[in-house]
């Protein structure tokens, strides 16, 4: 069985981009996490070290508690996510929440670029259909649409199905509705409109395209 990372390493990781899991440390930092397999090097410039899926799995991982001194403090790290609709407590709007959006969205695009075999940004790539809740919502937030409040009304909701590959995406309205699926579909998601048979309430399966 490997090792786990130093403390110096784990803070390494720990403190990537949430999207990309593009990593900032010292060269031998770095170098020490490529070596034990928890990151890569891009080969083109600026050659920018990322998270390997070994590397995310550490980061996702419940953090190890060690003497009565140490506090987890992972779980309220302040890690970006997307708005899914519906949160009771979703923090402060205005230009701050806009350029976080905007932040994660570029580095997903990038994240495209990197993973996707032919380096397309324009279909989704493999995180987003391990996250496909948070994929949909951050593509709908980047595009300026409106989540839906506690109360589940006055904008989108975002939600997982028993489907492979495929969420739930609600709104208030057939036009709100019908703009999301556009934004879907501009991101590079398959969309389709359905009607539930007991509620009759419109809503949409979206999947990321494959081609």
Not at 15 to 28: H, K, N, Q
Not at 108 to 123: H, Q, S, V
Not at 134 to 146: D, N, P, Q, S, T
Not at 194 to 202: G, M, Q
Request: hydrophobic share 40%; glycine share 10%.
């Amino acid at each position: 069985m490997s090792r786990a990372p130093t403390a110096a390493q784990r803070r390494v990781i720990d403190d990537a981009e949430p999207v990309t899991g593009r990593l900032r440390g010292t060269p031998a930092q770095l170098a020490a996490l490529v070596k034990r397999g928890l990151a890569f090097r891009h080969p083109r410039p600026p050659h920018d070290h990322f998270l390997t899926p070994a590397g995310h799995r550490i980061r996702e991982a419940p953090p190890v508690l060690g003497p009565a001194t140490d506090t987890p403090a992972a779980v309220d790290s302040g890690v970006f996510a997307a708005r899914v609709g519906g949160e009771a407590d979703v923090g402060a709007d205005g230009p701050a929440r806009a350029r976080e959006v905007h932040s994660a969205w570029q580095g997903l695009l990038e994240l495209r670029r990197m993973t996707n075999p032919d380096g397309a940004a324009d279909r989704p790539c493999g995180w987003e259909r391990t996250h496909l809740v948070r994929a949909a919502a951050l593509a709908l937030e980047a595009a300026g649409h409106r989540p839906a409040g506690p109360d589940a009304s006055g904008g989108y909701r975002v939600r997982a199905t028993p489907q492979p590959e495929a969420v739930a995406v609600s709104a208030p309205d057939d036009g709100t509705l019908a703009a999301c699926a556009a934004t879907l579909e501009k991101a590079g998601w398959q969309t389709g409109a359905h009607t539930e048979p007991r509620t009759r309430a419109r809503y949409l399966l979206a999947s990321p395209r494959r081609r």
